[in-house]
């Protein structure tokens, strides 16, 4: 018996999440749609927050991050240093507002 409602909760559960994965794709559709002349503040607040919430941030930075050591790395054996430098101060802008929205991260 006890494994049947464990089952069920798990199932409940299950569906929950997939009704929530729904209503957040709807709301991000919803919010990106949108002409910016019909984008509310509380709509930018509300799409932040889904970023918050689903680990985007997180993970839009890491791959900045990932991309910026690439270029760092690969500039030891590039002629183009000024293209280098103009590529990872492009890198830096996107970054420096990112940087301070997302919580302390280990190793960073």
Known sequence: VRSGRRRAALQLRRAGKRRNDRRRSQAWRDILRRPASQTSDSAVLHAISLVRKTGSLGYGVALLERYQHRLATASETLPQRGLVRLLAGIGDIF??????QIPERPGA
């Not at 970054?95 to 301070?100: D, F, K, T």
């Open 95 to 100: 970054l420096a507002p990112l940087l301070g």
